[in-house]
């Protein structure tokens, strides 16, 4: 089973930038689409975007269009967040694999099996 560690979560202020970064272990998962995920307090986990490893093409929910850009290099996933607002306060995960990358595979938070342990990003007003 692959393993997934997300880093450069912080506190940023509403306006800003920050780019989180997924690095993956393990078995190869150039099959597979990877995904970006956040959980807000209180809310469910989100879908937020995913990269399809084999075509390269990308998903983003409408909440992230045009502030979000998921990219890949390597063995590492990165999510690229700009024009950051308060409401994008969450703890984010990436999470693999799944053979699809649409909407629909972003929704289905049982169909994704391996989760990193999350990075919290905090917006200020």
């Known amino acids: 089973q692959v393993q997934l560690v997300e880093s450069g979560g912080g506190l940023v202020q509403a306006g800003g930038s920050l780019r989180l970064s997924c690095a993956a272990s393990?078995?190869?998962?150039?099959?597979?689409?990877i995904g970006w995920f956040r959980q807000a307090p209180g809310k469910e986990r989100e879908g937020l975007s995913c990269?399809?490893?084999?075509?390269?093409g990308a998903f983003y929910a409408d909440s992230v269009k045009g502030r979000f850009t998921i990219s890949r290099e390597k063995n590492m996933v990165y999510l690229q967040m700009t024009s950051l607002k308060p409401e994008d306060t969450a703890v984010y995960y990436c999470?693999?694999?799944?053979?699809?990358?649409?909407?629909?595979?972003?929704?289905?938070?049982?169909?994704?099996?391996?989760w990193g342990q999350g990075t919290q990003v905090t917006v200020s007003s």
């Open positions: 999470a693999t694999p799944h053979p699809f990358c649409d909407a629909t595979a972003v929704s289905k938070r049982g169909d994704w099996d391996s």
């Open positions: 990269r399809d490893l084999r075509a390269g």
């Open positions: 393990g078995p190869p998962q150039h099959l597979y689409a």
